[in-house]
């Protein structure tokens, strides 16, 4: 089955600094990559998806990267504020199973320091 | 809307009692999902429903019984529970769980602990 790591599990940084995140997976199949936002005692929330016929995709300061042939996949923060201080979870699927089922990361805890 | 709304937000239960979770979408969406996080871990499947029929599950234990009612409604039957199932349980939806790509919305989730 799918395998998703992870990397790193933590990650400071200073206020407006870049943070990036990054996230190998291991079936080939795996045709959509979401990443997730978990803040403290919330679930996660969709922050930006890539599926595999993209490279790329750009939303304001959040940006994902996708290389298909060394699966791997990466999210970029820009100008990280305090209140992107969350957990941070990348996950992958496919869906020729007739059913999608989300493999996530192990997640990386983002602190955004003032 | 992209919300998912879950009750309660807090439970605690002895190892012998009986409670349930719920969980509700307005979205139109045919796929719903139950997981289990730990601390400091990431989500794990448990249950999906699609068009209101049990289509996965994770090998969950029998102490833990879903139920679909509804296409909008999504129930998690809690029965004799160990200390450790102590987690939150998320909810999740999706459009119908068949199409590639598609995103889950979740709920706040849950948090459970057994006594």
């Known amino acids: 089955g799918e395998n998703v790591e992870q990397h790193p599990s933590t990650l400071s940084v200073q206020e407006g600094d870049s943070a990036v995140i990054k996230c190998t997976y291991s079936?080939?199949?795996?045709?959509?990559f979401p990443w997730y936002k978990q803040e403290l005692g919330k679930g996660p929330q969709l922050i930006i998806d890539?599926?595999?016929?993209?490279g790329e995709k750009k939303d304001q300061r959040i940006a994902v990267t996708l290389n298909k042939t060394a699966k791997h996949f990466s999210l970029h923060i820009t100008e990280t504020q305090p209140e992107d201080s969350a957990v941070y979870f990348c996950?992958?699927?496919?869906?020729?199973?007739?059913?999608?089922?989300?493999?996530f990361g192990t997640g990386t805890r983002l602190l955004v320091s003032p | 809307d992209t919300e998912v709304t879950q009750t309660p937000k807090h439970l605690v239960m002895g190892m012998t009692n009986k409670k349930s979770l719920k969980c509700e979408q307005h979205?139109?969406?045919?796929?719903m999902y139950w997981y289990k996080q730990k601390a400091k871990k990431p989500p794990e499947l448990m249950f999906v429903?699609?068009?209101?029929?049990?289509?996965i599950n994770e090998s969950v234990p029998s102490r833990f019984s879903p139920e679909c009612p509804n296409s909008s409604l999504l129930n998690l039957h809690l029965h004799a529970l160990q200390p450790e199932d102590s987690a939150l349980y998320l909810c999740?939806?999706?459009?119908?769980?068949?199409?590639?790509?598609?995103?889950?919305?979740f709920g706040p989730g849950t948090r459970l602990l057994v006594l």
């Open positions: 429903y699609s068009y209101e029929k049990l289509s």
């Open positions: 996950a992958a699927s496919k869906g020729n199973t007739g059913f999608q089922k989300l493999v």
């Open positions: 999740a939806s999706s459009q119908d769980g068949s199409s590639d790509g598609e995103t889950q919305y």
């Open positions: 890539i599926r595999s016929n993209v």
């Open positions: 079936d080939s199949a795996s045709n959509y």
């Open positions: 979205m139109g969406h045919r796929a």
